[in-house]
Antibody
Framework: EVQLVESGGGLVQPGGSLRLSCEVS????????MHWVRQAPGKGPMWVSR????????TYADSVKGRFTVSRDNAKSTLYLQMNRLRAEDTAVYYC???????WGQGTLVTVSS | QSVLTQPPSVSAAPGQKVAISCSGS????????VSWYQQLPGTAPKVLIF???NRPSGIPDRFSGSKSGTSATLDITGLQTGDEADYYC???????????FGSGTKVTVL
């Protein structure tokens, strides 16, 4: 069974950091592009970042560039999103996504508030 | 703000058909695959259509997708109360180098 399971969300103060993880099973993770998508409360989804199979190519949305870093550990079939200098507008449910396989995780909530 | 434009809402009676449009440009809809997502309240988006007109296993054939030029359309036939949800289109944009989601359409079953 194909599964994407996110973890690491929570409440963090503005300016703080958080690292999200996404454990993948059911398909060959190491040769798959992976994406992070977020959805703020009451808003539509917004693409955040992507990374290719070997981690050598990454792309970010302008709103997170320079603050977020996507990475992966193929030995652990795990995708990461390191989020630094968090802002209130980063508050959202963050989803791990395989667009090519049309698979989304269940999401993890990040709340940035003092 | 999204550059894939959808109508904010559509509605129809049970059993009827609705069509949701997704208007983009040459750098996204016209040149890349379009996907369609259904989102029920409190749940993650679910893929209804991928690569313009393909359904993942388990998605009923009441849902169908098409594309022409810079626009794509999701058709829902035999509308059911369980189809009440938000629907989004999505496509990669090679000019912006980002994946774009549509502005979203709320489907209401009258």
């Amino acid at each position: 069974e194909v599964q994407l399971v996110e973890s690491g969300g929570g409440l963090v103060q503005p300016g703080g950091s958080l690292r999200l993880s996404c454990e993948v099973s059911g398909f060959t993770f190491s040769n798959s592009w992976m994406h992070w998508v977020r959805q703020a409360p009451g808003k539509g989804p917004m693409w955040v970042s992507r990374i290719n199979g070997d981690g050598g190519s990454v792309t970010y949305a302008d709103s997170v560039k320079g603050r977020f870093t996507v990475s992966r550990d193929n030995a652990k079939s795990t995708l990461y999103l390191q989020m630094n200098r968090l802002r209130a507008e980063d508050t959202a449910v963050y989803y791990c996504v395989s667009l090519a396989r049309s698979i989304w995780g269940q999401g993890t909530l990040v709340t940035v508030s003092s | 703000q999204s550059v894939l434009t959808q109508p904010p809402s559509v509605s129809a009676a049970p059993g009827q058909k609705v069509a949701i449009s997704c208007s983009g440009s040459s750098s996204n809809v016209e040149s890349n695959f379009v996907s369609w997502y259904q989102q029920l309240p409190g749940t993650a988006p679910k893929v209804l259509i991928f690569e313009n007109n393909n359904r993942p296993s388990g998605i009923p054939d009441r849902f169908s997708g098409s594309k022409s030029g810079t626009s794509a359309t999701l058709d829902i036939t035999g509308l059911q109360t369980g189809d009440e949800a938000d629907y989004y289109c999505g496509a990669w944009d090679y000019s912006l180098n980002v994946y774009l989601f549509g502005s979203g359409t709320k489907v209401t079953v009258l």
